[in-house]
């Protein structure tokens, strides 16, 4: 069973640099998983951020990066704001039509 | 601009069957593989079902194969779900999401809609 990894959670202060991770529980997330990384506020459906590794979706600030650190998979805001304050989730492509979702990053912006 | 409409959400007891559907506009709704995702309350979000454009080729999370079915009809711009043998883990936002794809090797999604709640109880 495979398990994608993330921070639980994460604190930043506003106008701060975060980066989030996105980890297998067993080897190394690499650019052929095409993660992928969104966001969601309480109540509402998520929003996609990043497709395919560093690529930001339309309409998204280029305060959003993604990027391979180490091991794993990267989000980073920089110059982080109050309404960032939601949760981060990564999706990585399995192969065989299988997407598995991490258990998201509640990021709290104070 | 694209829009997906999910409906059907209901309160269903456990081992009951239930069916959801999702209309989509603002694009050409037949070139496009779509999924299904869902989210128990308060919880992340998962990875439920693949179909593809011409809706020859599905896929399914271990955690529903056998007791869920996605099938999508072209001329009526509508994906489905047909739920059975409900579990009370089954409760959950329902959303149905597209993917800038046309078979089911997808890589991300690029629109969601805002969800349909299924409840499973007794």
């Known amino acids: 069973q495979t398990v994608v990894t993330q921070e639980p959670s994460f604190s930043v202060s506003p106008g701060g640099t975060v980066t989030l991770t996105c980890g297998l529980s067993?080897?190394?997330?690499?650019?052929?998983?095409?993660p992928s990384w969104y966001q969601q506020t309480p109540g509402q459906a998520p929003r996609t951020l990043i497709y395919?590794?560093?690529t930001r979706a339309s309409g998204v600030p280029d305060r959003f990066s993604g990027s391979i650190l180490g091991n794993k998979a990267a989000l980073t805001i920089a110059g982080a704001q109050a309404d960032d304050e939601s949760d981060y989730y990564c999706?990585?492509?399995?192969?065989?039509?299988?997407?598995?979702f991490g258990g998201g990053t509640k990021l709290t912006v104070l | 601009e694209v829009q997906l409409v999910e409906s059907g959400g209901l309160v269903v007891q456990p081992g009951g069957s239930l069916r959801l559907s999702c209309v989509a506009s603002?694009?050409?709704?037949?070139?496009?593989?779509m999924h299904w995702v869902r989210q128990a309350p308060g919880k992340g979000l998962e990875w439920v079902s693949v179909?593809?454009?011409?809706?020859?080729?599905?896929y399914y999370a271990d955690s529903v194969k056998g007791r869920f079915t996605i099938s999508r009809d072209n001329s009526k711009n509508s994906l489905y779900l047909q739920m059975n043998s409900l579990r009370t883990e089954d409760t959950a936002f329902y959303y149905c999401?597209?993917?800038?794809?046309?078979?089911?090797?997808?890589?991300?999604?690029?629109?969601w809609g805002q969800g349909t709640l299924v409840t499973v109880s007794s």
């Open positions: 603002g694009f050409t709704f037949d070139d496009y593989t």
């Open positions: 179909i593809s454009w011409e809706g020859g080729d599905t």
């Open positions: 999401a597209k993917s800038p794809s046309s078979g089911t090797t997808w890589y991300y999604f690029d629109s």
């Open positions: 067993s080897g190394s997330v690499s650019t052929s998983y095409y």
């Open positions: 395919s590794t560093n």
């Open positions: 999706v990585l492509y399995m192969g065989s039509g299988i997407g598995v």
